[in-house]
């Protein structure tokens, strides 16, 4: 009853400003709505990764040890990270590819600082499984690079993507010489 | 009013004050029910069944159970060796998950079969789309639970599908994972999630059905009951029906659960997770292998992961797709014919949603997927223009009393 009365009150006695009611129930409404979002935000944010979780990001490898031709796998993030030691034929290859073959194009030299040292993500970018090629006698795919069995994902002598579902080349994490053999990864 | 129903007179004192017992027994003496239901419609019941047993063996398991990546894999273990009855409780969650998608998954083709999709049951179909869905986010967080190879590496993969959405993709993951690759705190939050969930699918199955009494079970001939002639009373017609259809499905559950045990499960998930080694060749859990094949049919990872979404997002606009009058497959030559097509294709599908993704099976997985769409997008909406249908009966009762009395 109230209700119907105000209405009539704001529609005939204030004909000036029929919008005036409307506004202030739109505006209680949107800060209603902006509280509820501020409260909501906390509960969502919290799946995000915790400050313990994020301090744990970065490690040292001694790279010196690994002989050429060879691959070690680090865990960084809870990752694989491949290291590998590329031989000569491999950056060859790598980086006489033509950037008009690739999918994601992206030269060698931009990927590997030291062009003997490649160091990857080993997590394959089309849904996160880990590519095989780290182990001698692992198929390594048509690129002789590395191979994402879950899918069919090939990936070259550099990690990038040339064949198969993955979207982009296995990505290079940040990494830094903080000698001639040792890197810190994160 | 009501009160004097009940002898009983603690029933009576309660109803009169918390008139439940009044509304069960509306439920099951005053609610019509068409006479002429089929078997199929025992799979409504047995999905229910299914979710109690579920959250019952749930949450006894969960009072031995783990949440942390170094203890989970051996919680699952000593449940398994060492908790009383541990074995049984946790074969039966698992088998019976299986079974609780068998049985949705006849329930869903019973329900594209007889169109019970119509309306004016479009809601209740949605909600049970709604259910279909949260059921597969909680068989696919259980499955995660007992942190073996595949838990690890379904879980891997099936989070890493959001990352295809574009610009907010990564950020989507980070925040599911709780890190950055599927860790402990992704463990811990899919526990709770899987502990909440069931309870969220109880909630919705409430209003399935709230929905379902609103106009009564659909029958096979599909057309409504047009008087008291056409129904019985649920209780004890129905009740007895259902019984026989439990017994059945309690049997073959513990077939299962004592004899066959791992016959649905993956051996490697026996392997403790290990996050620097993917397994070989990994697949879901059986009941989502349809979808995973479309996804792994399209070349591109955000065309193949909308895809997959949107082989479920058409079951919620099929009202919509298929406008013809008639309901009942019994009465649409053509539809009948398509429906089954239809039916052997997601079979298909899940045949080859675990075979390897190369060769032959692409191809095949591309018509099959092809197939699938064409159904729902383009022959349903024909079909409901083009089709000739076969004549209704005046009511459910004719075609039975009409045809030979003692045959009734
Ligand atoms: C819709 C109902 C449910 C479904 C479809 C479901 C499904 C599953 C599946 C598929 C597994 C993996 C089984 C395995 O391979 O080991 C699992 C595990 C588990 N579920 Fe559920 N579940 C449901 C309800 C519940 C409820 C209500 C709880 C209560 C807390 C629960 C607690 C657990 C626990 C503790 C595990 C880990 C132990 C194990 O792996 O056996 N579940 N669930
Ligand atoms: S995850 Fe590597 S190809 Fe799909």
Redesign the pocket.
């Known amino acids: 009853m109230a209700k119907s009365d105000t209405k009539k009150m704001t529609a005939s006695k204030r004909p000036e400003d029929p919008g005036r009611r409307d506004f202030i129930v739109i505006a209680t409404n949107a800060m209603a709505g902006l509280g509820a979002v501020a409260v909501a935000w906390p509960l969502i944010d919290q799946m995000n990764p915790a400050a313990d979780t994020l301090a744990l990001a970065n490690i040292e490898v001694d790279v010196s040890k690994i002989a050429e031709g060879q691959s070690i796998t680090v865990k960084w993030r809870g990752k694989p990270v491949f290291i590998r030691h590329r031989t000569e034929d491999e950056i060859a290859r790598a980086s006489a590819t033509d950037m008009s073959d690739l999918r994601d194009p992206e030269s060698d030299q931009a990927r590997a600082e030291k062009p003997d040292y490649l160091v990857l993500v080993g997590v394959?970018t089309?849904?996160?499984?880990v590519?095989l090629g780290q182990k001698t006698g692992e198929v390594r795919g048509d690129y002789d690079g590395w191979f994402?069995p879950?899918?069919?994902?090939h990936y070259d002598t550099s990690g990038r993507i040339r064949k198969?579902?993955?979207p982009t080349n296995l990505e290079v994490p940040p990494y830094t010489f903080l000698s001639d053999s040792v890197i810190r990864i994160g | 009013m009501s009160a004097e129903k009940f002898q009983n007179p603690v029933v009576r004192w309660i109803d009169h004050r918390l008139p439940v017992f009044s509304m069960l027994d509306h439920e099951k003496y005053d609610y019509p029910v068409p006479k002429n239901l089929n078997y199929m419609w025992n799979f409504g019941v047995l999905a229910g069944l299914s979710l109690a047993i579920m959250i019952i063996t749930g949450i006894v398991l969960a009072m031995s159970y783990t949440a942390h990546v170094d203890y989970a894999f051996d919680a699952v273990e000593r449940i398994m060796r060492d908790v009383n009855h541990g074995w049984m409780i946790r074969y039966i969650h698992m088998n019976a998950a299986s079974f609780f998608f068998v049985v949705v998954y006849i329930h869903i083709f019973r329900g594209l079969y007889y169109g019970s999709y119509k309306a004016p049951r479009e809601l209740l179909w949605i909600l049970g789309v709604v259910i279909f869905l949260l059921m597969m986010a909680t068989a696919f967080m259980g499955y995660v639970l007992p942190w073996g190879q595949m838990s690890f590496w379904g879980a891997t993969?099936i989070t890493n599908l959001f990352s295809a959405i574009p610009v907010v993709g990564d950020s989507i993951v980070t925040l599911l994972w709780g890190g950055f690759s599927v860790d402990n705190p992704t463990l811990n939050r899919f526990f709770s999630l899987h502990y909440l969930m069931p309870f969220v699918i109880a909630g919705v199955v409430v209003l399935h059905i709230i929905a379902l009494h609103r106009f009564g079970s659909n029958n096979p001939i599909g057309i409504d009951a047009s008087g008291p002639q056409d129904t019985i009373s649920f209780h004890p017609y129905y009740t007895m029906k259902d019984m026989v259809g439990i017994a059945v499905f309690l049997l073959l559950l513990a077939m299962a659960v004592f004899f066959f045990p791992n016959a649905m499960g993956h051996p490697d998930n026996y392997i403790p997770a290990n996050p620097l080694q993917t397994p070989a060749h990994i697949v879901p859990e059986w009941y989502f292998l349809p979808f995973y094949a479309i996804l792994r049919a399209v070349p591109d990872k955000l065309g193949g992961v909308l895809l997959m979404f949107g082989a479920i997002a058409v079951l919620f606009v099929l009202p919509w797709l298929d406008r013809s009058p008639v309901r009942s497959a019994r009465f649409r030559p053509l539809f009948r014919i398509f429906f089954w097509l239809l039916l052997i294709d997601a079979v298909v599908l899940g045949y080859l949603g675990g075979k390897p993704a190369d060769g032959i099976y692409v191809v095949l997985s591309r018509i099959a997927t092809a197939w699938y769409f064409l159904h729902f997008l383009v022959i349903l909406p024909l079909l409901s223009v083009f089709e000739t249908t076969k004549p209704l009966p005046k009511s459910i009762s004719e075609p039975v009393l009409g045809a030979s009395k003692g045959a009734a």
């Open positions: 394959c089309h849904l996160g499984c590519p994402c879950c899918h069919g994902s198969g579902p993955a | 993969v």
